[in-house]
């Protein structure tokens, strides 16, 4: 399952224009720019253990919920009940785009996981760890505080990754303007060999 073209194109120009470094005036031509991977296995192993906590996470805090549920406020109820499916959501779709954006670097799929933790996600679960009208109780503090620490982790992971993905491609997209004339100089190469053999 990929990203829409439109969604694709949208997240792709943003990511040039927020990561690309233009401190960069000069290419540096590297043999081994084709090969080198520029995913992050930093990243890659905190989705890796975030998948695991957050169902532990959902769980606590469906229980953590239902033994206040009787002292909160109507609307704390409201918001709560809101925040969970919120974060419910939104992690499923995040956890997949960081999958598909690290592992197969693509720039638009973790450019999408990067928004979606920063401007959804992490608001979310700050409200839920703050907020002293929730009367959190101690356990939930904990599980809060965690995922907290995954999302800034991951934020600050993900923004580093996306950087190196784009001047890569950009890098790569630079070099391919030259491969024909490197493709016309090894042709020449040969057809020089083979008159002075003539």
């Known amino acids: 399952m990929e990203l829409p073209d439109p969604l694709r194109q ?11 470094d233009s401190s960069r005036t000069e290419l540096e031509y590297d043999e081994d720019a084709d090969n080198e ?3 992050s296995m930093g990243l890659q192993m905190s989705l890796y253990f975030n998948t695991y906590f957050f169902p532990l996470w959902w769980v606590g805090s469906i229980l953590m919920l239902h033994v206040k549920y009787s002292f909160l406020p109507d609307y704390y109820k409201f918001i709560v009940i809101t925040i969970i499916v919120l974060v419910t959501l939104i992690e499923a779709i995040r956890l997949y785009l960081g999958y598909m954006g690290n592992l197969q670097e693509k720039v638009p799929e973790l450019a999408g996981f990067w928004l979606l933790s920063l401007l959804l996600q ?17 356990l939930e503090k904990a599980m809060h505080i965690i995922f907290t620490i995954f999302l800034t982790f991951q934020v600050i992971l ?7 993905m784009v001047n890569q491609l950009a890098a790569r997209f630079h070099l391919q303007d ?3 004339l490197s493709a016309n100089r090894g042709d020449m190469r040969r057809m020089r060999s083979c008159i002075e053999e003539i």
């Open 158 to 164: 993900a923004f580093y990754t996306l950087k190196k």
């Open 10 to 20: 949208r997240l792709g120009n943003f990511s040039q224009t927020v990561f690309r």
């Open 122 to 138: 992490l608001p979310l679960i700050l409200f839920l760890l703050l907020s002293e009208g929730l009367a959190t109780l101690p």
């Open 178 to 180: 030259f491969d024909p």
């Open 37 to 39: 991977v520029s995913s």
